[in-house]
């Protein structure tokens, strides 16, 4: 192991290791932030590095299933919302990108793994959009379980993570009331209004329960994301906080929760299982959309290639104009 930020080239001795491992736990016991130069345990900044790019990843393949929509949008108003919604998610990418690189690893190097279909990203970005109200159902659920996963994380035990949250989260809270006001309003319209969002609701609510990642007994990240304070609740605690705020905003619009397990026990809801045997065969690369989506990030990637090129170049110009005076 080697450290970082310590003008130190050399592995570090047992003693070394030690004295640092017990001022990493302490600086994280106090609810200190860690920054990129200090020194951190190698499994720290693998496990940070494979969260934030996940998470980065995430942002950047879930523009597609609303970019779906942009030009079939009822409206301008509608039009100009999701426009600004899409493009809110490749800055939050960005941001996570960003936040990646202060671990040691490179932007090219997370693209490459998501082009190459080795890196993954969250299961519900692999469902289809198949009609208007799938907009308002991802705004309400997926972005309200984002919400419910990333507010936690403005309190992450890395610095730079925990920044790029506080932005995201605001964000992230437009997008969700934005989704429930499509849904307020197709619940309070027309029969064939209120069956569409019905059907959203049916089709995007188990996946979006599948989004906190899978039950705690199976999680194999979870202790240790739990001590270092990477994340603050574990994935069934988060899920169960996601369904008790959801299932009275579905009460409220006058839908019905796709789950006959689902009561209520004087304090939370109870619902039942998700089917896990999907969220593996999606997460995989084996769900409805994997290839379709991976497909899309390709095509724009090359169709892009012109645009980093021009950039590069620009650069390579300033740099040697402001060599050269």
């Known amino acids: 192991m080697y450290t970082q930020g310590l003008d130190q080239t050399e592995p570090l001795g047992e003693d070394d290791l030690s004295r640092l491992s017990e001022r990493f736990e302490s600086k994280v016991a106090a609810e200190q932030k860690v920054e990129p130069t200090d020194w951190m345990p190698d499994a ?14 995430s942002e950047i393949v879930g523009m597609l299933p609303e970019g779906n929509w942009l030009s079939r949008a009822p409206s301008l108003r509608r039009k100009g919302i999701l426009l600004a919604k899409v493009q809110d998610e490749a800055g939050h990418g960005l941001y996570l990108y960003s936040a990646a690189e202060t671990l040691g690893v490179t932007r090219d190097e997370l693209v490459e793994q998501l082009l190459a279909g080795t890196a993954k990203y969250s299961s519900i970005f692999n469902y289809p ?24 994380l403005c309190r992450c035990s890395y610095g730079p993570y925990a920044r790029a949250m506080v932005r995201i989260c605001r964000e992230e809270s437009f997008h969700q009331r934005q989704g429930f006001e499509v849904m307020t309003v197709l619940a309070q319209g027309s029969p064939a209004q209120r069956a569409m969002a019905q059907d959203a609701l049916d089709r995007w609510w188990w996946p979006s329960l599948m989004m906190f990642g ?5 999680s194999t990240h979870n202790d240790r994301s739990m001590r270092w304070k990477v994340k603050r609740f574990t994935n069934d605690e988060l899920r169960q906080k996601f369904v008790d705020m959801t299932v009275p905003q579905a009460h409220y619009l006058g839908l019905t ?10 304090e939370y809801w109870r619902f039942g299982e998700p089917d896990w045997a999907e969220f ?28 980093r090129e021009a950039a590069v170049a620009h650069a390579d110009k300033k740099r040697a104009r402001a060599v050269a005076s």
Request: aromatic share 6%; with cysteine; proline share 7%.
């Open 280 to 307: 593996k065969r999606v997460l995989t690369g084996d769900g409805p959309c994997n290839r379709e989506r991976l497909a899309a990030r390709n095509k724009a990637h090359d169709d892009g290639a012109w645009v």
């Open 257 to 266: 929760i796709p789950d006959p397990d689902l009561s209520y026990d004087g």
């Open 44 to 57: 720290y900044r693998t496990l940070l590095t494979r969260q934030i790019a996940q998470h980065a990843h």
């Open 129 to 152: 959009t198949l009609q208007w109200a799938d907009v308002g159902a991802i705004g309400w659920l997926v972005d309200g379980a984002a919400i419910m996963n990333q507010v936690p």
């Open 214 to 218: 899978p039950p705690d007994a199976e």
